[in-house]
């Protein structure tokens, strides 16, 4: 079992900036890919980023790419979100995901690549 228990959000002006952490339980967390993924109400879950286990590769969605940066701390067990320059549109509920048993050096884009979520914490950005 793998608890995931994100913390960071909040409310921000934007053109502003937030840290998303993730911090997950169990040993081998070393091992997991993890993703980043939000919800806007009445959207569908979209994928945000998401970093192989060892952190040397990392994927983004266009709607991230430049602004933000994943990373992992795998002493900590925990997985970061830098979002900058944020939008009003970046107002969603992030989710982190971990992916117990990656079959790809690629880490997933999509939910279903991912075996665990935590509950989600709030960003809102006002314009």
């Known amino acids: 079992q793998v608890q995931l228990v994100e913390s960071g959000g909040g409310l921000v002006q934007a053109g502003g900036s937030l840290r998303l952490s993730c911090a997950a339980s169990g040993r081998t967390f070393s091992r997991y890919h993890m993703g980043w993924f939000r919800q806007a109400p009445g959207k569908e879950r979209e994928f945000v980023a998401a970093i192989t286990w060892s952190g040397g590769i990392t994927r983004s969605a266009d709607s991230a790419r430049g602004r933000f940066t994943i990373s992992r701390d795998n002493a900590k067990n925990t997985v970061y979100l830098q979002m900058n320059s944020l939008k009003p549109e970046d107002t969603a509920v992030y989710f982190c995901?971990?992916?117990?048993?990656?079959?790809?050096?690629?880490?997933?884009?999509?939910?279903?690549?991912?075996?665990?979520w935590g509950q989600g914490t709030q960003v809102t950005v006002s314009s």
């Open positions: 995901a971990a992916d117990l048993r990656p079959k790809d050096p690629r880490p997933g884009t999509k939910p279903a690549d991912y075996d665990y």
